[in-house]
């Protein structure tokens, strides 16, 4: 072989070029593609599903519940206790020094509407339900 027809060989076709940078474009734009269908499948897993959504929320009608009266409704498995407390019990309530609380917190931190009581009734150091 020639010294002239090496230097032919080392020469690129302009054809094979654009070839080349082609198939480079394509390859970077599908693995893009599929990075991101990949990475939103993933992400997408990690939302809650259907029936958790379902039990995430509950509402109760608070229309007929008298003063005085109680009710027991379940919230993801959990009984929920809410009272419909007297003016005594809300006068109890408020009255009562923060000191002798085991949870030091006052009545009206704890409550949005002093008329209402809502409480969660798990024990929170063995899981027991009160009654």
Known sequence: ????????????D???EE??????ITTAGL????GAVTAFSLIDTMNPAKDVLALST???????????????????GKPIFIRHRTSEE??????TSVN????????????Q???WLVVVGVCTHLGCVPL
């Open 1 to 12: 072989m020639s010294e002239k027809d090496l230097k032919d060989k080392d020469l690129s």
């Open 14 to 16: 302009p054809v094979d």
């Open 19 to 24: 070839k080349r940078d082609f198939l480079f």
């Open 31 to 34: 693995a893009v593609a599929g």
């Open 58 to 76: 509950t509402e109760v009608d608070l229309a007929p519940i008298e003063e005085g009266q109680s009710l027991t409704v379940m919230w993801r």
């Open 90 to 95: 809300i006068r109890t309530a408020n009255n």
């Open 100 to 111: 002798e609380l085991k949870h030091m917190a006052s009545d009206d931190s704890r409550v």
């Open 113 to 115: 509407n002093p008329k």
